[in-house]
């Protein structure tokens, strides 16, 4: 049995009509005993942030028919909050993983849906941001953004409520991609974050304007291709009028109407269909599978300041321990040789286990207190508790000697400390050279570093502000030594100086890690009192407050431009090997409004655990299984080096990159480094469709059913490539090898290297040759009196895999061992036109339906004549409709070149002179 603890809840006394108002809801002190009911798998959490969003009013309503129950009068208020696993009945969470999900209002909560809770592997940030960017309101925008509105570069896009959580993050993401953002808020205030922080290109205070429909035609006066609705009421009505022809409008909210006893309905709903404005409504978690892709996306955006975050987050004062409840709390105090009081969050190796936090272990050596950082000892100096810092040295720098410069033990050029610490005062490294000839400049002071044998010239440096290029060109850089910028005195191009600042060491803050990093990110005062740390908050409006990410810290620029400018040199001395593959820069750079993720060699090496696992092999790469930091796993696809040209990997990336389908296969990321070209996608479980089309022994056979569905997915899929986008996506290369499978059997089509992109007016397309697999190819690739190239070629293709996936499989008689000398399509053809069934072992009636509809359907794709066949929509409608209404389509002619499917799979493929 766990211990029974105080509970403190907010409840909400009664389901809410109007604005709510304080009596709505009351704090009340409970108990709750600290364990999970045997043999569940609940969780048992300690609640740490909760967020107050805008979704929450409507279930304080007593509504009906809505995707989420009302809350439960006399019981706690549940929303998105951030906590840390307490007990655990789920072998997926572990005691101490911190999670975020839907939570109670309380200091305790017992949760048996942990099914709708994420852990949190990403701790360099700030855990209140699991409550916004990080959480629900950034996965709801990025949904409603990039999955409903699928933007592209140069659009317009109007956001309302732009201030909020949701509304901000739109805005800062449709800048990323390259369109014009407008914002509307309630206040100036609001106004002025929007277009000074968010970087919004302009933004207006609705309840300031007159006429919204004039003030829109202000705005965009030319129309809005995307319109975030947060809002509805008569925003709705004014945006709709000033949408743009084929506009689309991504509903995320209602908030004008949350609080109305009776809703308003919209007046200008005429414009829909005059306009051809496609208008969706979406919730956030039919789309939580996408999070991880979004996590990999978004953290480097904000760990690279790319993204500016405000949080509203609702600090529960009554939750906070108390300065006095710490003060009770016992003090561990240790000491070694000249560091003495060593307390929390510090602590000795040899301390009770209680004491301090084992991240800033301490070890006592030889009466020196000693901090390791990736197996580097470094001594520590001094320990400032009212100051956050910690200063130590490198040993091999602590002892002076009059003759020579000191030398550090460990040669690093890069940050060598843990992320547990940031820079405290800033820090700056000391470079040590050594030249061949005697260097003329300033900057070096010549020294003889103690312990070295060499003849030649040795010089030391403060390397701050220095770049690379400075560097004499008969020098190279040995070593780096890392100080504080207060331990620099005077003339820092005097010895004495460098020297002093050596042997002063280098300082490193604790102060906003773990638990002040989270509080200082919602504006709260953190300081150490006892053997923990204090957060005081004061109250907050919802206007939030400002926080740049990631928290500035001195001297990290000069770091990188060290580090970045010694690979330039690297660069430099390859650049001539690399002219081959410019086109590819120049793509990327064009593109750089793409979504998917742009990995180094080294982060691929490291998610395939070097290239270990292998999946299959291609006509253009090697194909490995690979896991990204935040847990899914991936498909990661190594180019061949032969593809010189680079044609194939800008295909598939300009292709698929800008693809957002349930039936396409996503690209995650890719990676161009040299010589090295990679494209990341998402993993498949099941593998491709030709291992199930005709199973070998110990391969799952489909059932008919599950055949028919695979094949009316591809049809969507390949109609979604023809007429979803804003340029029409030729594949060329539909076969079963090609559409993949994932858990659950649906199909992905995948491998977009011969696919070509063109404008959805061109009717018919110019390629200089053919381009598919044998067998699957359309007529019109060998003869062109028959018609011109276009859509139509893939339609070719997916009959004549939909006729192997109906046709090749080892139940089919009754002329099964005649089949290869006969032309398989032709024979259907006749058996159907004769009025005969096709007989197919233990298959139901059923079976055989959908058996005979996929046969007709095929038998249509596969007509000589391009104009003979369907589009791709009129395929998905026959496959979807009744078999009794489709017509036989002409008898297929027998083309000398053509091949049964299955009997080559090889590939051609070439450049187009589009």
């Not at 570093?449 to 502000?465: D, L, N, P």
């Not at 696992?613 to 032969?642: C, D, I, N, W």
């Not at 296969?665 to 491709?688: D, I, T």
Request: with cysteine.
């Amino acid at each position: 049995m766990g211990e029974e603890v105080k509970n403190k809840q907010i409840i909400l006394k009664h389901h809410v009509t109007g604005n709510v108002k304080e009596c709505d809801m009351e704090l009340k002190t409970t108990t709750i005993k600290l364990n999970v009911p045997e043999g569940s798998n609940a969780l048992l959490l300690k609640n740490l942030y909760l967020s107050c969003d805008p979704y929450m009013r409507p279930r304080m309503s007593k509504t009906e028919g809505s995707y989420v129950a009302p809350f439960t009068p006399d019981a706690p208020i549940m929303g998105i909050g951030v906590a840390k696993v307490m007990e655990s009945g789920d072998s997926n969470f572990q005691k101490g993983d911190l999670v975020w999900g839907m939570t109670g209002w309380e200091e305790y909560s017992v949760v048996t849906t942990s099914q709708s809770f994420f852990k949190i592997h990403d701790k360099d940030v700030p855990l209140s941001y699991y409550t916004g960017i990080l959480g629900m309101p950034g996965m709801t925008a990025y949904a409603g953004f990039y999955e409903v509105c699928s933007p592209k570069k140069g659009e317009t896009v109007f956001v309302s409520a732009a201030s909020g959580a949701v509304g901000q993050l739109v805005g800062q993401f449709a800048k990323m991609m390259g369109c014009y953002v407008v914002g509307s808020a309630g206040s100036q205030e609001k106004v002025d974050l929007l277009k000074n922080k968010f970087g919004f290109d302009e933004a207006f205070n609705y309840k300031e304007e007159q006429d919204l429909v004039a003030t829109l035609k202000r705005y965009f006066p030319d129309g809005i291709d995307i319109y975030f609705e947060n809002v509805g009421g008569k925003m709705l009505d004014a945006v709709l009028v000033n949408m743009k022809v084929h506009g689309r409008i991504s509903v995320c909210g209602m908030i004008s109407q949350y609080n109305l006893e009776q809703t308003e309905g919209v007046h200008n709903l005429f414009w829909l269909i005059a306009k051809r404005i496609r208008m969706e409504g979406f919730v956030v978690i039919d789309y939580y599978h996408l999070y991880p892709k979004y996590l990999e996306m978004i953290i480097p955006q904000i760990k690279d300041d790319n993204m500016f975050v405000r949080i509203s987050v609702v600090v529960l004062l009554v939750f906070c321990t108390n300065t006095s409840e710490a003060q009770n709390s016992s003090v561990c105090s240790s000491s070694c040789g000249d560091i003495h009081n060593i307390n929390f969050p510090f602590r000795l190796k040899s301390d009770p286990g209680n004491c301090g936090d084992s991240r800033f272990e301490l070890d006592c050596q030889n009466n020196r207190t000693v901090i390791t950082f990736d197996s580097r000892k470094y001594n520590v100096l001094e320990i400032n508790y009212d100051e956050f810092l910690i200063r130590a040295i490198d040993p091999g720098l602590e002892h002076k000697n009059s003759n020579c410069t000191s030398s550090p033990n460990y040669h690093t050029t890069s940050y060598p400390f843990s992320s547990t610490f940031d820079f405290g005062i800033s820090i700056i490294p000391i470079i040590y050279v050594n030249c061949s000839a005697t260097a003329n400049s300033s900057r070096y002071v010549e020294t003889t570093f103690c312990g070295s044998q060499s003849q030649s010239h040795t010089y030391v440096a403060v390397g701050e502000g220095m770049l690379i290029s400075d560097l004499v060109a008969s020098c190279r850089l040995e070593m780096v030594g890392w100080v504080s910028a207060r331990g620099l005195s005077g003339d820092n191009t005097s010895l004495s100086s460098i020297e002093g600042a050596l042997s002063y060491g280098f300082e490193l803050s604790w102060k906003r890690t773990f638990l002040c990093r989270e509080c200082e990110a919602s504006q709260g005062n953190c300081f150490a009192v006892g053997d923990r740390y204090t957060c005081s908050h004061r109250c907050y409006d919802d206007t939030g407050f400002d926080l740049p990410l990631p928290f500035s810290i001195l001297g990290l620029r000069l770091l990188f431009g060290l580090v970045f400018l010694t690979a330039l040199i690297v660069y430099k001395l390859r650049r001539r090997h690399l002219s081959m593959y410019q086109s590819i820069e120049d793509f990327l750079q064009v593109q750089s409004n793409l979504l998917p993720i742009k990995y180094s060699y080294s982060e691929i090496k490291k998610m395939t655990s070097k290239f270990k696992e292998k999946l299959g092999e291609g006509a253009y790469g090697t194909v490995f299984k690979g896991k990204l930091r935040s847990g899914p796993f991936v498909a990661v696809k190594m180019m061949h080096q032969s593809m010189a040209s680079g044609g194939e990997f800008i295909s598939e990336v300009s292709t698929i990159g800008r693809i957002h389908h349930v039936n396409i296969v996503q690209l995650v990321g890719f990676c161009v480094e040299g010589s090295k070209r990679a494209l990341v996608y998402e993993f498949m479980l099941n593998g491709s469709l030709d291992k199930y089309i005709s199973p070998q022994e110990g391969t799952v056979s489909l059932s008919y059913k599950q055949m028919f569905d695979i094949s009316l997915g591809v049809a969507s899929g390949i109609d979604y490539l023809h007429r979803g986008c804003d340029m029409q996506i030729l594949h060329f290369d539909i076969k079963p090898h090609n559409i993949l499978l994932d858990e659950n059997f649906n199909p992905k089509i995948s491998d977009f290297g011969l696919a070509k992109l063109y404008s959805s007016d061109d009717s018919i397309v110019s390629l200089t040759a053919a381009r598919g697999t044998m067998g699957y190819m359309a007529p019109e690739l060998f003869y062109k009196n028959i018609g011109g190239v276009s859509y139509k070629a893939d339609v070719y293709s997916y009959g004549m895999l939909m006729m192997e996936m109906a046709g090749r499989r080892k139940s089919m008689n009754p002329f099964e061992d005649h089949l290869s000398q006969i032309y398989f399509p032709t024979w259907i053809y006749d058996q159907f036109n004769e009025g005969n069934d096709i007989e197919i072992q233990d298959a139901s009636e059923e079976d055989r339906r959908l058996v005979k509809k996929m046969m007709i359907v095929a038998l249509w794709c596969i007509q000589m004549k391009p104009a003979d066949r369907p589009a791709m929509n009129k395929v998905v409608e026959m496959l979807e409709g009744d078999v009794g209404l489709l017509q036989m389509p002409p008898r297929p002619f027998i083309a000398p070149r053509d091949q049964f499917a299955g009997d080559s799979d090889e590939t051609i493929g070439v450049s187009s002179d589009v």
